[in-house]
């Protein structure tokens, strides 16, 4: 059999192998807070972009959704149906758009949201705190890394 060739001498010296155990262990962390609220991640971090991009504009749409979150849109149409049926949110006739459709959070929309936004940065500051004083560099790196990759 022929040997593997690995770039990396351990799994310790893979960028993309650590963050993809921290997303793993992350993930769960939230999984655990979020099962309670009838929530998957995905489900949480669309609600989250909705909730975000309502504080300053009335006629959000799938789109908006989309690019807040760095989302596919079919994705999102999948979840935003999902959220529909449980109650969450609510889609309207956009007033001057006919392609498009106006994403309200329901009441029971926002409540769910706020307790799920308590929850997981309650989950994130306790799961990042290991971090202490380097947290904002960790943070403006993971920033640096987004803007890069976005459009690929």
Known sequence: MKKIEFKFKSPNESPGYLLGQ???LWQRKHKKVLD???LTQ???VLLAALGWLSRENNNVTQVDIAHQGNAD???VSKVLRTLEEKKFISRQEHPTDTRAKVIKLTNEGANVLQKALT??????MDFFSALGDKLSSFNQNLVDLTERNKDE
């Open 22 to 24: 921290v997303t793993l």
């Open 73 to 75: 849109r079919m994705m």
């Open 42 to 44: 995905t489900q949480f």
């Open 119 to 124: 929850a997981v940065e309650n989950t994130d």
């Open 36 to 38: 309670p609220l009838n």
